[in-house]
Every structure is written in structure tokens, then in C-alpha cells.
């Protein structure tokens, strides 16, 4: 069995006020090449479809036109989970009509669990597509209550899905969770507060291979248990992550060979940190300065329109960072009455408040030299 496994598309995404579609659609191009070139017996998707439960048309269009010349030029099924960015009514509709057209989507659990069969040359092998379920709502449809979390959640949603299966199959988990162990990224929603949305690697000793979802970075949690991590990189904190595919070959006993294919964005996402002057240099070892960059200046004196002296080299930075600006968040200097502090005691606070080092002689006297030619003592 051959599985092409991916994730967390977030289709209709927005990045620091940038639409990503077209970006999306670029590196979807050459995931569907992929699948015409590779030939797998199923591609499968571990959830975030969509960025948003209600997504934009063009979101919508951009899904319709990839899953369709998967499925009917390719002639590659397809299993489609719902993850927590999901609407999973919207999206499992007309379920039973697709999936005699080879697309199997998972939206929302309910009485009918049964796994998704599908047939290689050695025989069936069985996948339990588990979308992202509230633990109150698998309690109320699987009439659970020991579901409490979304650890026992997800008990409860295994042992329905493989009671059916024979013992010794070969079996694979497509789950849209959060395996306690894997590393998360700022850009993911979490599931819950406090650690009660973390599911246990244990769940899914019992599979050959685990096609997860929900997590950015491209990783393996346990044995056969991988992350594919998710199409671009959706935060800065991302900027170091290879984005790749899941190729994965199983054989006659069930074991698994796993393959990472990347794709090559439109545009990459990198961070830049320096003084101003080096950065405007431009791009070095071949980096494209059309990639969405966040720039961290060292510099600490007062930059004039830093952002647009920026663009006229890297037209996308979207982020500025001035760490020597903040020094912690904290205020400096005298906090009396300002009407009976001296003007060079209030600037100098001033000055170290915004800087982050005490004024100097030099910068003192600068000031005190200043102020007495546009005011006078007379004038005071």
C-alpha cells in the first residue's frame, strides 16, 4: 500500500494581512503533479482542510479544483479528515455520494465508525478515520461518559472504529490531535487549556502506521506515528521547518518505509536580524528578497520610516522587531511629578526608556545645548 500523507492545508489562510491563496495554489500544483508521478493507493489528509469554519470562496474553489484532478485525471482516492479548523458539517456533506466517486471524508463521528477498506496486491487494509471530535460531543454520540478528555475521546473512537476489523489486518489511524510529545508552533489553535487536549501515544500502539494532523512541524511521535506537518509555513516561528510530504510504502506484514518529498513555496518565510545598514544590503547565498520576511533590528537609536527603507529592498517584510527599543517592558528614571523634575532629568529618563542605555556626557550636553538655543532661560 502506497500513502501520500499531508495536513493542515489551511486554505483561505491570512498572513500578517497577506492572502495565501495563490500561494497555496502554487505548491497544490506541484502536490498534484506529485500524485500523478508517485501513483499512491490513497492520499490522505489529517484535517485543517480549511483556516476557517466558514472559508472563503476562493478557499473553497482552490479545494474543489485540486481534489478533482486528483480524483478524476489521477484516478487516486482520497481520505479527508475534519480538524479543529474544520466545520465538520460543511464539510462532510454528501459523504456517501463522494465516496463512490473515491473521495472518503470523515466530518463528524456518529453511530456509523465502520473503517474505510481499501485493497492493494496483498489484500484489505483497514483506515480509521478519526476527525477532530469535542469530548462532549463523543459523549453524547457514542453515549460515552467516561469520555472526559480527549485522551479517553479518542479511546472510545478507536475501540468502535476497529471492533470490526480482524485480528492480524493490516490497519492505519488518520487523526486530527495532539500527540502528548510533539512539538508545537505558534501558529496552531490549541485545543484546550491546561494539557487536557493532549492525546497519548498509546492510543494507537495497535497500528501499523498513524497519519497524523494539527501540529506544523513535520515529525514522528512513536513508532509509525508521524506528523506530515502543514502545506507553508503559517508563522515566523515556522521559519527554520523543512514543510515536506509523507510517502509512505507498506508492505505485505504491515511494515512501514516512510519518504519526506518537499515542494518549493512561491515565496519562503525567514527572519532577518542585524543593524539596518547590513540588511539593506540585500539577500546573500541565493535567498530570494521576495520572501515574507520579519526583520529584528539591533540598531538603538531612531530609524526614520525603517519598515519602508526595508520594502525598497525586501518589498514583503511584514514584522519589525526593536528589542534594544523595549528592554523589558519596564520604566526608567523618576516617577515623581514631571512639573518638578529638571528637562534634562526628564529626557535623560526618557532617553534610557527608549534606548536602553543611560544618556551620555556627550548626549547631555547635545540636549542642555539645544534646548538653550530654542528657549532661552529668559523664556523658561
Known sequence: MRILHTADWHLGRIFHGIHLTDDQAYVLEQFVQLAGDVKPDVIVIAGDVYD????????????????????????????LIAGNHDSPERLGFGTRLLARQGLFISGQPGDNLAPIILQDAYGPVYFCAIPYTEPSVIREALAVPEAADH???????????????????????????????????????????????????????????????????PQK?????????????????????????????????????????????RRDVRCL??????????????????????????????????????????PNVLHIERPPLLDGGEIHGPRDDHRQISDMDLFSSFFEQVAGVPLTGEEARTFAETVDLFYPKEQR
Open 52 to 79: 476557517r469554519a466558514v472559508p472563503p470562496t476562493d478557499a473553497v474553489k482552490l479545494l474543489n479544483e485540486v481534489i478533482s484532478r486528483i480524483i478524476l485525471d489521477c484516478k487516486i482516492p482520497v481520505l
Open 273 to 314: 536580524e542585524g543593524y539596518i545598514k547590513d540588511i539593506l544590503a540585500g539577500p546573500k547565498n541565493g535567498e530570494s528578497k521576495e520572501d515574507y520576511i520579519m526583520v529584528t533590528l539591533k540598531d538603538t537609536g531612531a530609524i526614520l520610516d525603517a519598515i519602508g527603507k526595508l520594502r525598497e529592498v525586501y
Open 151 to 217: 485522551n479517553s475521546s479518542m479511546l472510545s473512537l478507536l475501540k468502535h472504529c476497529t471492533a470490526s476489523i480482524p485480528r492480524g489486518s493490516r490497519t492505519v489511524a488518520v487523526a486530527h490531535a495532539y500527540v502528548a510529545g510533539g512539538e508545537s508552533s505558534e501558529s496552531e489553535r490549541p485545543l484546550t487549556i491546561g494539557g487536557t487536549g493532549m492525546v497519548d501515544a498509546s492510543c494507537f500502539q495497535s497500528f501499523n502506521y498513524v497519519a497524523l494532523g494539527h501540529l506544523h512541524k
Open 221 to 265: 511521535t512513536g513508532d509509525g506515528m508521524c506528523y506530515a506537518g502543514s502545506l507553508l509555513k503559517y508563522s515566523f516561528s515556522e521559519s527554520s521547518h523543512q514543510k515536506s510530504i509523507n510517502f509512505v510504502e507498506m508492505d505485505e506484514a504491515g511494515n512501514i518505509t516512510l519518504d519526506k518529498i518537499t515542494l518549493s513555496p
